[in-house]
Nanobody, 125 residues
Framework: QVQLVESGGGLVQPGGSLTLSCAASGSKYSIAAMGWFRQGPGNERELIARIRLGGVTLYKDDVKGRFTISRNGTENTVYLQMNSLQPADTAVYYC???????????????????WGQGTQVTVSS
């Protein structure tokens, strides 16, 4: 059974940076597509970035140019470099595998595994 463990969150001032890590352990194979999701206070979980084997990436418009998703080759570890953080980025951040890279959503059936605990990112002065 694949377990997802996110780390790297914390409290940061507006304009600051953080790098999140996600390790997906227990899979014998490389996960074809992985995504970073977040759920802010009072909001639904949303997909903000995804990457597939080969390095193709897609981003939600409001993080494009500020966040960078990456992975180590075929390893099931994915990172999210977040720059120019804003209070609106405050959320719990999660990762998961995507059933389909292009149609990935946080909804049941669109992601591969049970959700991990996530990592809290708070952007505040």
């Amino acid at each position: 059974q694949v377990q997802l463990v996110e780390s790297g969150g914390g409290l940061v001032q507006p304009g600051g940076s953080l790098t999140l890590s996600c390790a997906a352990s227990g899979s014998k194979y490389s996960i074809a597509a992985m995504g970073w999701f977040r759920q802010g206070p009072g909001n639904e979980r949303e997909l903000i970035a995804r990457i597939r084997l080969g390095g193709v990436t897609l981003y939600k418009d409001d993080v494009k140019g500020r966040f960078t998703i990456s992975r180590n080759g075929t390893e099931n570890t994915v990172y999210l470099q977040m720059n120019s953080l804003q209070p609106a980025d405050t959320a719990v951040y999660y990762c998961n595998g995507c059933v389909n890279f292009y149609t990935c959503t946080p909804n049941t059936g669109s992601t591969l595994y049970s959700w991990g605990q996530g990592t809290q990112v708070t952007v505040s002065s």
